[in-house]
């Protein structure tokens, strides 16, 4: 398969370093309350009990309903503000993985995965899905949520000519052109009810090949 996409797609209009961008603390939400919720309830039924979970691009809120389920929530972020607001972590780590693309963490460590309103601003997404693939255990899951919301000079030039199941194709994409994943499955989680943010989940289960 001749991978369609290239650097180009991955341009944005503020090419300055993401750490210059993100030093201000921002403790407000990517959406709001209504699909925060709903996130929120989704991931509860879908996470593991009792597991390793790393949000990944983290900021102040993990979107999870309750941290005390899983073993550990580690965060790996930008900023070190939010990430102290974030009561659901139990680590924190500072990393620029679009300057770093290397996950600090060990092979078939983690039970879940979460990028939570954030891939838009991935501009090595074919290294970090085969990260996210190589420190999951073989069946962990990964949980990408997406809305409309974005930061339009961050976001990736691709992200922003995409409608909403345009965006869910391109995050398979992510997972297929990895090798390292299975059972792709794409849910809408928009609350039933008018004037609300939508939310969308792709998620994809870690196969058993290896990384």
């Known amino acids: 398969m001749v991978r369609v996409l290239n650097n ?3 341009e944005r209009m503020d ?3 993401d750490s210059h961008f993100y030093r201000k603390p921002r403790l407000n939400s990517h959406v709001d309350s209504h699909a925060r919720s709903a996130l929120e309830e989704f991931l509860y039924e879908l996470l593991p009990t009792d597991g390793d979970v790393l949000d990944l691009m983290a900021g102040y809120n993990s979107h ?3 941290s005390s389920n899983y073993r550990q929530v580690i965060g790996l972020g930008l900023n070190k503000e939010e990430l102290l607001q974030n009561k659901h972590l139990t680590q924190r780590v500072l990393q620029d993985i679009n300057l770093l693309p290397t996950l600090p963490f060990q092979s078939s460590f983690l039970d879940a995965v979460l990028i939570s309103f954030a891939v838009q601003y991935l501009t ?5 899905f085969e990260e996210m693939g190589r420190i999951l255990q073989p069946g962990g899951i990964c949980c990408i949520s997406y809305s409309q919301r974005m930061f ?3 976001s990736v030039s691709v992200w922003k000519v ?4 345009d965006r869910a194709r391109l995050i398979a994409e992510y997972f297929e052109e990895s090798k390292l994943f299975e059972n792709i499955r ?3 989680v928009t609350p039933e009810m008018t004037d609300t943010d939508p939310a969308y ?3 994809a289960n870690r196969n058993h090949k290896t990384a």
């Open 124 to 128: 090595k997404p074919y290294e970090i």
């Open 8 to 10: 180009t797609h991955f």
């Open 152 to 154: 339009l000079t961050k």
């Open 15 to 17: 090419e300055s370093e």
């Open 162 to 165: 995409c409608s909403d199941a």
């Open 201 to 203: 989940v792709i998620s």
């Open 64 to 66: 999870i309903r309750n």
């Open 186 to 188: 794409f849910d809408e």
